[in-house]
């Protein structure tokens, strides 16, 4: 059989099957389209016929192609020092007189030009006919009624084929009374190898016929779904549309949703396919569909449950993890059901726990929280556009940050403590200073009103003054200070 392009068309039937009655003897007519002519001239004509049809493409893709070999041609540096060698010769060597130089260069540039053409052509040629004998063959296309039926090396090859075909009908056909449309034959190139499946061939001869034969039908749930010639086909068929749902995963047996049977019976020769349209025409139109059970198996991880007891000992809101917690793991079987790959239902098998999870514990404060109690966090007394920065300002150092604002705006304790400052302070103007009992005192100047007093306590955020433009200050803004252990700290580096 031949390893060319498999022709789906027709009816199957295997030609190592068929005997060949010696009575059957007739010739196939061989009408061959072109003139009776030796060696290169079919080809060649052909050739005219395809530059007569598509011509233009056929003059842009010669043109391409010359262009690309002439332009090799003149950059290969071999040909360009050969070339350049004569130049120089005639135009800078004193070997010959003047007059002869000049007389000789003019007639030089002119064979010099030849030269380039002839080889570039040569070139051309050379490269079409390698190009040709390599891709392509010549082969001879099948004709029944108009149609094309496949692609032959011989026409011997083609009438040994259309023989077997029809020596097949007729030892399937018990009146014997059985013929086939003679057909026709027409040159052509192929691409290499390209020829059509010798089985293909033979059944697209019997699909040609309108005689019923006996053949094989895969019939679902009592209705013929398409036949075949050949059984063990039939099943061929079945079981790739089987296999093209079915992977690692796959267990049990693979079944369809419908009843499907393979039945002999007498079926019409025209309407039988081949194994590959077969195939081709269930997985396009699905007429039953394929049942599968699949087995997955993962590992799926156990989150760790938290465990939390009351500490009477820590301040509410407060946490301590006693135990770090542990995810666990366990593996889990599931198994899916599929028809025609698409997920219908799944089922948890078994769960297999590998590692169990460890509990969290953690101890949650309880305790109330003191009025004015430190958090130790800071917040933003202010929500504004930052002025200035801690830090040298004009040779004098800045204690703390400046946030511009509106006049009127609330001023929060950036965290709970107590006044230990409320009043005027020269330069600060209103001025509000909180020891927060940690370490930290927190400074907040230029306040248009102090909302709060000395000894008072107050919680963290609770509004102590309102933002201003008093003391020695330029615009409404907040002066605000961080001291750390009685030292002046960047407020930026503890506001979040
Ligand atoms: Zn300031």
Known sequence: MQNGKRHRR??????????????????????????????????????KKMLKT???????????????????ITNS???????????FILLKTQAFTKDFREEMFVSWRQVRKRLLAALTVCAVLTFVTTLFYKTLSIGYDIYVNGKSIGVTESISEATRLYNIALSAGKESLSSGDFSLEKPRFYLRFVKKGAFTDDKAI??????????????????????????????????????SYKAQ???????????????????????????VLSKDGALDYIKLNQPFKVVTQERVVENISIPYEVAQTPDSSM?????????????????????????????????????????????????????????????????????????SRFGSRWGRK?????IGGKVGDPVKAADGGKVIYAGWMSGYGNFVKIDHGNGYVTAYGHLSKINTSVGKTVEKGEVIGLLGNTGRSTGPHLHFEVIKNGKHVDPLSYLK
């Not at 007739?26 to 080809?43: A, D, H, M, R, W």
């Open 10 to 47: 027709g009816a199957i039937i295997n030609p190592q099957h068929v005997n060949v009655p010696k009575t059957v003897n007739e010739k196939v007519e061989n009408k061959i389209e072109t003139p009776k002519k030796k060696g290169f001239s079919p080809l060649f004509d052909n050739f």
């Open 54 to 72: 598509q011509r233009e493409k056929a003059k842009e893709l010669f043109k391409e192609l010359f262009n690309k070999i002439k332009n090799r």
């Open 77 to 87: 540096q071999k040909i360009k020092n050969a070339l350049e060698f004569f130049d």
């Open 202 to 239: 033979v059944e697209a001869f019997l699909s040609t016929s309108d005689k019923f034969i006996e053949g094989y039908a895969v019939v679902a749930d009592g209705e013929v779904v398409f036949s075949l010639l050949d059984e063990k086909d039939a099943y061929r068929v079945l079981s």
């Open 245 to 271: 749902y079915i992977n690692e995963n796959t267990i049990g047996e693979v079944t369809f949703d419908k009843n499907v049977e393979v039945v002999k019976k007498q079926i019409p020769l025209n309407s």
């Open 315 to 387: 301040y509410k809101g407060e946490k301590k993890v006693v135990s770090k917690g542990e995810n666990g793991e366990k593996v889990v079987e599931t198994i899916i059901s599929k028809v025609n790959g698409e997920e219908t239902e799944k089922v948890v098998a078994s769960e297999t726990v590998t590692k169990e999870p460890v509990v969290e514990v953690v101890l949650v404060g309880s305790k109330e929280k003191p009025k004015g109690f430190a958090t130790g966090v800071f917040m933003r007394p202010y929500n504004g556009t930052l002025t």
């Open 398 to 402: 800045h204690e703390g940050i400046d």
